[in-house]
């Protein structure tokens, strides 16, 4: 079993426009509105993948209540802790080919729930072989919470794929005791981890060989549509992926983060899992729903996406 987690989940809300008018009204009917957060785009896709998942998180308020119905809805299994604050929206306007988006920072949660969410952390991966971290942490929780949760995990002998960033990030490479599986930064995260300026695939090479990196098995830069540059137990490899026409490319780190989770559970070699991870934030990035994939195009995209071994 694959456990998401999700801590600040929010519920996604996307508007189209032809044209960003600033300091004006923007009127569409172009909107769309589904469980969102990081953690919940990769549970999406692993369900479409048929992989065994469950979610789990905070949530709070009529917010959350939308939420956990329209994980119901797809058949997801959840197990999330009810909280007092209530869950957030994050807000992306698509418009002349780009995207801007508004993230709110989420409601305070409490120690006692931080708490009381580490034991049912703690109870749920019981039976899991793959747990994903994904997205911010909502106010109240310190940056090291995650380290917390990747203790329990390593108690458990489970690996983790982390996919975050800022400070939570930098406080997992840099300071925590206990590393993870798994990171998948995109070019910006890797770069703010040490404030590097890294500039070509030889000085992230570079960097990648610096003994921060040491322990963490598996690291995964994608770089949008240059596909990734993989780092696997001290070897590289460069993920090469067809030009295809982009729709909506919110959710692709994190399709590319469920397609490393079901290559981690269903123990497929390394560069089958990285074809795996590519061709799901490929396929994301080809529709207009988030944290979704045409799972009828999954072989013939894999079969364009070419692994090289550097
Ligand atoms: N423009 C694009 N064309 C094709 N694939 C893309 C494109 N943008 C993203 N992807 C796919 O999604 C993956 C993750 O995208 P990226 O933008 O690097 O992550 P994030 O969403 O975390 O910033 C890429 O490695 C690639 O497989
Ligand atoms: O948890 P965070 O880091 O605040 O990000 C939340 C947002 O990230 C998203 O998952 C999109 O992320 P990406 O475009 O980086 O894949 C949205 O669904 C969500 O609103």
């Known amino acids: 079993m694959i456990v998401t987690v999700t801590l600040n989940p929010s519920i996604d809300i996307s508007y189209r426009l032809e044209e960003f008018l600033i300091d004006d009204v923007n009127r569409t009917d172009k909107v769309s509105k589904t469980p969102g957060g990081k953690g919940l785009n990769v549970t999406r896709v692993l369900k479409q ?21 329209g994980l119901k809805d797809l058949s997801i299994d959840t197990s999330f802790l009810k909280v007092k604050g209530n869950t957030r929206n994050c807000i992306a306007v698509l418009h002349e080919g780009k995207q801007t988006e508004i993230l709110e920072s989420g409601e305070e949660i409490s120690k006692e729930e931080q708490e009381e969410f580490l034991s049912l952390f703690e109870k749920i991966i019981k039976k899991a072989s793959v747990v994903t971290i994904s997205g911010s942490v909502p106010p109240g929780i310190a940056s090291d919470y995650y380290e917390e949760l990747l203790k329990i995990a390593g108690r458990n002998n489970i690996k983790v794929i982390l996919d975050t960033s800022g400070n939570s990030l930098k406080n997992i490479v840099l300071n925590s005791e206990i590393k993870p599986y798994c990171i998948k930064p995109n070019e910006t995260e890797i770069k703010q981890i040490e404030g590097k300026e890294i500039n ?51 959710g692709s780190g994190d399709s590319t983060v469920a397609g490393i989770a079901y290559g981690l559970e269903n123990n497929l070699s390394i560069e089958e899992l990285i074809k795996y991870a590519m061709t799901c934030g490929i396929l994301n990035t080809m529709e207009e729903k988030t944290g979704f994939i045409n799972v009828n195009e999954v072989e013939n995209i894999k079969n364009q996406v070419k692994v090289i071994k550097l």
């Open 49 to 69: 993948l048929n992989a065994n998942v469950l979610a789990t998180g905070f949530i709070g308020g009529r917010t959350g209540e939308f939420l956990e119905d």
């Open 200 to 250: 070509t695939k030889k000085e992230l090479i570079e960097y990648l060989n610096s003994n921060i990196f040491d322990e963490i098995e598996l690291v995964v830069v994608t770089m949008g549509g240059e596909g990734a540059l993989v780092k696997y137990k001290n070897e590289f490899y460069n993920a090469e992926i067809p030009k295809i026409k982009v729709v909506n490319p919110v």
